[in-house]
C-alpha cells in the first residue's frame, strides 16, 4: 500500500506540474481573448442569477444551479489552500490566485454553455448534462466522454466525500473533543436527508445555506481586516510586488521566487474555484434557462464569487495577521498557518474560522455528491442512483473515522484526469462558443432573445 502511495504521490507531480497548471491557465486566457473579455459582463451576470427564467427547461432555477455549484467549489480551498499558497509562495501567490479566478472566469462560462446546450432529457423529463454530453454529442466521442466519468465518479468520493466529512470531524474533535463516531454520523445522517431527494433538495438546502455561509465569511473577514487596517495598504503592496519580484526570507515569510509564487498562487486558485476541472456544467445543465448563454454567465458569478472575492479576503485576513506578528507566525503553512492567523482576533476570528470551514466543507459534500451520482448514472443508467447514494451517506461516516493521506492524493490525481478531457471538448468546441455567444449576446444585447432549441430527447 505505501508503493501504491508513492507511486500516486509521483503521479500528481506529473498531472498538477508546470504542463497541467500551463494548460489550465493557458485555456483561461485562450477562451477570455477567444470570447471578448467575457468577464466584462459580471454585473449583468449577477442580476440574471438572482432571477428566474421564465419558460425555459430544467429541473432547479438558476439560482439554484449556481449556489449548488457554489456549494461544491467553495470548500479548505479556500481557506487552508490559500494558506498553503501564502506559506509556500509567499505573498505573491494571492495575486496570482485572484488572477487565475478572473481569468477562468470565461472557463466557466464556456463549461456551462457547452453543458446546456448539449444537455438531454430523460423519459421522465430530467436534464442531464456536463463535459461527457459536450465530448459525445458534440464531438462524437463517447470513449473520451466515458473515461471523463470514471475518473469523476471516483474522484467525487475522495475529495467531494471523505477528505471533507474527515477534515469537519477532526475539527470538531479539537475544538469540543466530540468523538469523530458522534460527529461522523450525525453529518452522515443530515447528507442522507438532503441528497436522497434528489438534486431539487440538494439546490433547496444550497439555495439557503450558500448565501448564509458565504456571506458569514465574507463579513466576517471584513472585521478583521478592519481591526488590521494599518496594515491593508501594506499588505496589499508586498502582495503586488511579491508576486512578479524575488522575496527574501524575513518579515514573517519564507524567501520566494516568482515562480514559486505563480506556481502556488495558480495551483490553488485552480483547486479552489475548479474552473477546467468540468465538475461545475454537470449541474449548470438542471437549471432552468432559455438558451445556453444565460446560464453560462450565471455559472461565471461562481468564480467570481469564490475566487475574485472569497479567496482574496482569505488571502489580505492572513498577509496582514503575518504582518502583524511575523514571528509568532514565521515558517507555517496551511492549516497551522490559518489558526494561527484567525485565532490572533479574540473570539471573532476562531468563529470566522469554525463556521467558515463547517459550513463550506458540508456543502461541497451535497454539491459534489450530485457530481459524481450523474457520472455514475452516465456509466450505469438509472438504476445506479439509488446505491450510489445509500454508497455516498456510508462514505462520509467512514470518512469521518478514518486516516485518508491516500485517499486525498488519490482524489488529487483524479481531478487532474478528469480535467483533461473537459479541456479537449472546450479547446475543439470553442467555435460553437463563439458562434452560441455571438447569436444570444452580442447581437443586439440577445440575453433576451426567443429560447433556444429544446433539448434532445433520449433514445
Known amino acids: 500500500m505505501q508503493e501504491f502511495h508513492d507511486w500516486i504521490n509521483w503521479l500528481n507531480g506529473y498531472l498538477w506540474g508546470p504542463p497541467m ?34 419558460g425555459g427547461e430544467g429541473d432547479v432555477s438558476q439560482f439554484g444551479a449556481l449556489t449548488t455549484a457554489l456549494a461544491a467549489t467553495i470548500g479548505t480551498g479556500n481557506i487552508v489552500g490559500v494558506a498553503t499558497a501564502v506559506g509556500l509562495g509567499g505573498p505573491g501567490a494571492v495575486l496570482w490566485c485572484w488572477l487565475t479566478g478572473v481569468f477562468g472566469m470565461a472557463t466557466k462560462y464556456s463549461e456551462a454553455l457547452l453543458s446546456v446546450k448539449y444537455r438531454v432529457k430523460t423519459s421522465d423529463g430530467t436534464m442531464l448534462g456536463g463535459p461527457m454530453y459536450a465530448l459525445e454529442n458534440g464531438m462524437n466521442v463517447k470513449w473520451l466522454a466515458i473515461l471523463f ?49 434528489g438534486v431539487k433538495s440538494i439546490a433547496r438546502v444550497c439555495e439557503m445555506l450558500v448565501p448564509f455561509m458565504a456571506i458569514f465569511y465574507v463579513i466576517g473577514c471584513a472585521v478583521i481586516l478592519a481591526i488590521n487596517a494599518d496594515l491593508l495598504l501594506p499588505a496589499l503592496s508586498l502582495i503586488f510586488s511579491a508576486a512578479f519580484t524575488p522575496q527574501a526570507a524575513g518579515g514573517g515569510f519564507i524567501g520566494a521566487s516568482v515562480i514559486m509564487a505563480m506556481r502556488y498562487g495558480v495551483a490553488r486558485g485552480l483547486f479552489s474555484n475548479e474552473s477546467g476541472l468540468g465538475s461545475a456544467p454537470i449541474v449548470a445543465a438542471a437549471a432552468q434557462t432559455k438558451n445556453p448563454v444565460r446560464q ?20 489580505l485576513v492572513l498577509v496582514t495577521a503575518v504582518l502583524r506578528n511575523p514571528t509568532g ?42 457530481y459524481g451520482e450523474r457520472a ?73 432573445m426567443v429560447s433556444e432549441e429544446p433539448a434532445k430527447e433520449m433514445a
Open 21 to 54: 497548471l500551463v494548460l489550465l491557465f493557458g485555456t483561461h486566457l485562450f477562451l477570455t481573448f477567444r470570447l471578448r473579455f467575457i468577464q466584462k459582463h459580471t454585473w449583468t451576470a449577477i442580476k440574471l442569477s438572482v432571477s428566474k427564467d421564465a
Open 149 to 197: 466519468c470514471i475518473f469523476t465518479s471516483i474522484a467525487a468520493f475522495g475529495i467531494g466525500n471523505t477528505v471533507q466529512a474527515n477534515s469537519i470531524a477532526v475539527m470538531v474533535k479539537e475544538t469540543t473533543g466530540v468523538s469523530p463516531h458522534i460527529s461522523g454520523g450525525i453529518m452522515a445522517v443530515l447528507t442522507a436527508v438532503v441528497i436522497l431527494g
Open 376 to 448: 455514475t448514472e452516465y456509466l450505469l443508467g438509472k438504476k445506479s442512483i439509488l446505491p450510489y447514494r445509500v454508497a455516498w451517506v456510508i462514505a462520509v461516516y467512514v470518512g469521518s473515522v478514518t486516516s485518508l493521506a491516500l485517499v486525498w492524493d488519490l482524489a488529487d490525481a483524479m481531478n487532474a484526469l478528469m480535467a483533461i478531457p473537459n479541456l479537449v471538448a472546450l479547446l475543439s468546441l470553442s467555435g460553437v462558443l463563439v458562434a452560441d455567444t455571438q447569436k444570444y449576446l452580442w447581437d443586439d444585447g440577445g440575453i433576451e
Open 329 to 370: 507566525l514565521d515558517k507555517l503553512s496551511g492549516a497551522a498557518l490559518t489558526k494561527a492567523a484567525f485565532a490572533q482576533i479574540p473570539t471573532i476570528g476562531p468563529i470566522v474560522l469554525t463556521v467558515g470551514l463547517l459550513t463550506f466543507v458540508f456543502s461541497t459534500i451535497l454539491g459534489w455528491s450530485y
Open 296 to 315: 453560462a454567465l450565471v455559472s461565471m458569478t461562481g468564480t467570481f464569487w469564490d475566487t475574485v472575492v472569497v479567496c482574496a479576503m482569505t488571502g
